[in-house]
């Protein structure tokens, strides 16, 4: 019944910064943890930042520092702010949702520990 749209994914310069939003709909995004993934052409789909039901951020290391996440409850949406992006960043972002039970400020990095996932959004940085 959970279902995510991702959107504001596009083609930058490297250096640029972007912008992406997950829109939650059927659910109550305060009762879920949420993270972004991406997956690049060739690659496994990778683990780049998430947020707890409580509101703790934590991100990948390949991002630290780079990459925000954040998210407003009231209006059932996650971001994800992408500044000083690279060629290597560029792959299809993915937002999901985690259905299991969590603990209030768990974080999951892991594609398994999600049940629900939108069908990602493109985002390129051109060489």
């Known amino acids: 019944q959970v279902q995510l749209l991702e959107s504001g994914g596009g083609t930058v310069q490297p250096g640029g910064s972007l912008r992406l939003s997950c829109a939650v709909s059927g659910g109550t995004l305060s009762d879920y943890p949420m993270a972004w993934f991406r997956q690049a052409a060739g690659m496994e789909r990778e683990f780049v930042a998430g947020?707890?039901?409580?509101?703790?951020?934590t991100s990948a290391d390949s991002v630290k520092g780079r990459f925000t996440v954040s998210k407003d409850n009231a209006k059932n949406t996650v971001f994800l702010q992408m500044n000083k992006l690279k060629p290597e960043d560029t792959a299809v972002y993915s937002c999901a949702a985690r259905g299991q039970s969590s603990a209030t400020n768990a974080v999951y990095t892991r594609t398994a520990s999600y049940e629900y996932w939108g069908q990602g959004t493109q985002v390129t940085v051109a060489s």
């Open positions: 947020v707890t039901r409580g509101g703790s951020s």
